[in-house]
């Protein structure tokens, strides 16, 4: 069975950190295109960030940029994303993705681009 997991989510003060990880099992990460998306009570949920298949190209969210870094361990069949200066507007919960779709080499943050979605985990930032 194909299953992402995901973890490391929990409560943290604005301006701390946090570092997700996706972890796969059934299938290798290995040629998947993998993405983080966000969904905040009562909002749309939003890509946060993607990379490629080898981790050389990533692509972020205007709202996370500079403060976000996504980064994928092949070997380990492991995605993370480590979340600095966090704000209270991060609040939401996490979910990690994996696709095949990808355009010009490069990934979407699309949702309709990833057809495989772990339970998600939930963050909070408040004081």
């Known amino acids: 069975q194909l299953q992402l997991v995901e973890s490391g989510g929990g409560l943290v003060q604005p301006g701390g950190s946090l570092r997700l990880s996706c972890a796969a099992s059934g299938f290798t990460l290995d040629g998947y295109y993998i993405a983080w998306f966000r969904q905040a009570p009562g909002k749309e949920r939003e890509g946060v960030s993607c990379?490629?298949?080898?981790?050389?190209?990533?692509n972020y969210a205007d709202s996370v940029k500079g403060r976000f870094t996504i980064s994928r361990d092949n070997a380990k069949n492991t995605v993370y994303l480590q979340m600095n200066s966090l704000k209270p507007e991060d609040t939401a919960d996490y979910y990690c993705?994996?696709?095949?779709?990808?355009?010009?080499?490069?990934?979407?943050?699309?949702?309709?681009?990833?057809?495989?979605w772990g339970q998600g985990t939930q963050v909070t930032v408040s004081s």
């Open positions: 993705a994996a696709g095949r779709q990808q355009l010009f080499g490069r990934c979407v943050l699309g949702d309709a681009a990833y057809t495989n």
């Open positions: 990379i490629n298949t080898t981790g050389g190209r990533t």
